[in-house]
C-alpha cells in the first residue's frame, strides 16, 4: 500500500507543479504591471497570487515553500 500512497503524492507534486509554473507566470506578469504602475491594484494581485501558491504548496506537503 506504501507505494500506492507514493503514486498518489507524485500525482499531487506533479499537478502543483504545472499549476505552480502557471501562478508563476500570472506573479511575474503582476510583478512587471506594479514596477509599471506603481498601482495597489497589482500589489494587491500579486500577493494573493503568491498567497495562493504557498497554500497550495502546503496542501501538497511542500511545507518549507509554504513557510
Same mark, same amino acid.
Given at each position: ?5 507514493? /503514486? %498518489? =503524492? %507524485?500525482?499531487?507534486? !506533479? *499537478?502543483?507543479? =504545472?499549476?505552480? *509554473?502557471? /501562478?508563476?507566470?500570472? $506573479? @511575474? +506578469? +503582476?510583478? $512587471? &504591471?506594479?514596477? =509599471?504602475?506603481? %498601482?495597489?491594484?497589482?500589489?494587491? !494581485? +500579486?500577493?494573493?497570487? +503568491?498567497?495562493?501558491? &504557498?497554500?497550495? !504548496?502546503?496542501?501538497?506537503?511542500? @511545507?518549507?515553500?509554504?513557510?
Amino acid at each position: 500500500m506504501a507505494g500506492d500512497g507514493d /503514486r %498518489s =503524492q %507524485s500525482r499531487r507534486i !506533479a *499537478a502543483f507543479r =504545472q499549476v505552480a *509554473a502557471e /501562478r508563476l507566470g500570472r $506573479v @511575474n +506578469l +503582476l510583478w $512587471v &504591471k506594479l514596477e =509599471q504602475s506603481g %498601482s495597489g491594484e497589482h500589489g494587491a !494581485a +500579486l500577493m494573493r497570487e +503568491l498567497h495562493t501558491l &504557498k497554500g497550495e !504548496a502546503r496542501v501538497v506537503g511542500l @511545507n518549507r515553500m509554504g513557510e
